[in-house]
DNA sequence: TAGACGTAGA
DNA sequence: TCTACGTCTA
């Protein structure tokens, strides 16, 4: 079986390569690639700044990520409906957006993990891609009318090739 | 490792005794005992009616369920608030509460997983205790004013003891 | 599309 | 207490 990596860190984690495959989000936990279950992005305190560790984004959903090649273009988190009736609002720079921004300006290495949905439309699996660099984010507005960040991610080359 | 099981059934599950523990709600549809993620009661149709095949029962949470030997009390579903503002409201003989009772009724066995806090109360961890029959249920009037289901599980004997 | 005993962290 | 790219069934 994997081995278990419980200690949150920036980077390559130990045993897990390029293509592995997971079935349920829990499992990103387990195996030590991406620690939140719910939320997109994941990020951990180095001294007083937190840097981003790992994105899960995903394809054909309603964010409007896109993969290109090397290339991710992943929206910000926040600003979304909680109650019918409430309005979505514009993202702040706050928690994981900062974390991206940070780990852009200290070109600190970002996990990608690529939610796919599955062919029966059953839920989504998991694929580690490897390691990106954020390039550079941007607001723009969304569908909604309020703003949102775009954050686009290079892959780090010498990486195996993506599946 | 443990042995898949994707098949919904009735009764013991494969490989699985009395004790076991499992970290996430996902590993319980990953070994075939529960594959609701959510919900605490999960059933099956055979024929033309639904047959709970389990339930996961919480100590120490707002369900105010109770584990006395080899007695479990647990309560329904339904009813619960989502929106702030909303009003709870009353449970209905429906899904898993009709499934429970139908078991009950044709002394169909249910599986009984027992969600247990952590020490740490950072999430629960959850415990196969085996397999119960529905002995009987009943309403009740809850704290909101609304009314609740409340089904009463008995252990089968000659089951490996409760850890 | 909504509803359900999810999970962790700010 | 609340948010957050969960996950399945009816």
């Given amino acids: 079986g994997k081995r278990v990596n419980t200690y949150k860190k920036i980077g390559q984690v130990p045993g897990i390569q390029v293509g592995d495959e997971f079935q ?14 719910m939320c997109g992005i994941d990020y951990v305190k180095m001294g007083d700044v937190n840097f981003a ?6 394809e054909g959903y309603d964010y409007d990520d896109k993969f290109d090649a090397d290339v991710v273009t992943y929206t910000g988190e926040g600003g979304n ?14 928690k994981g957006n900062l974390a991206l ?22 839920g989504k699996r ?11 984010y941007w607001s723009e507005k ?3 009318g309020k703003s949102l960040y775009r954050f686009k991610l290079c892959r780090i080359p010498g990486q195996p090739p993506l599946t």
Avoid: P, W
């Fill in 24 to 37: 349920y989000k829990t499992e990103l936990r387990l195996v030590g690639l991406h620690f939140k279950t």
């Fill in 126 to 136: 998991y694929v580690y891609d490897g390691l990106y660099l954020v390039d550079k």
């Fill in 81 to 94: 409906v909680i109650c019918k009736g409430k309005k979505s609002e514009d993202q702040k720079m706050v």
């Fill in 142 to 144: 969304g569908d909604s």
């Fill in 101 to 122: 921004a940070n780990s852009m300006r200290h070109k600190s290495e970002v996990r990608v993990i690529r939610g796919q949905e599955r062919l029966d439309k059953k």
């Fill in 53 to 58: 560790t790992s994105i899960v984004a995903s």
